[in-house]
């Protein structure tokens, strides 16, 4: 079974930054794996923010966070992280981290939220 903890959330004044963090099961080799963020705010439904394809080579952001956001991985390590500057309060939500061993494109995993494994999830609140 695989586990993802999403780790780096909190609160951040607007224009700040915040770098998320999701640890996988040890051993998981990350570039088998498509993965993503995805964030839900109250009241909303779940989006994806950004999606990176297991070759590495397909990226997808959502418009809002284009030129804001960066996704990456380290697969030595295992972990996937979400570089997030210049912070908006409608950033605010819920950040979760998803990981799928399947061969779509990072627009499908995001737009479709079709991924196999999610993590628990970590608040992101940007307010003044």
């Known amino acids: 079974q695989i586990q993802l903890v999403e780790s780096g959330g909190g609160l951040v004044h607007p224009g700040g930054s915040l770098r998320l963090s999701c640890a996988t099961s040890?051993?998981?080799?990350?570039?088998?794996?498509?993965i993503g963020w995805f964030r839900q705010a109250p009241g909303k439904e779940r989006e994806g923010v950004s999606c990176l394809i297991s070759s590495g080579l397909g990226t997808y952001y959502v418009d809002s966070v284009k030129g804001r956001f960066t996704i990456s991985r380290d697969t030595f390590n295992g972990t996937i992280y979400l570089q997030m500057n210049s912070l908006k309060p409608e950033d605010t939500a819920v950040y979760y981290c998803?990981?799928?061993?399947?061969?779509?494109?990072?627009?499908?995993?995001?737009?479709?939220?079709?991924?196999?494994?999610w993590g628990q999830g970590t608040q992101v609140t940007v307010s003044s």
């Open positions: 998803a990981a799928d061993n399947g061969l779509f494109s990072a627009n499908y995993y995001c737009l479709s939220r079709n991924l196999n494994y």
């Open positions: 040890t051993g998981l080799r990350l570039d088998n794996y498509a």
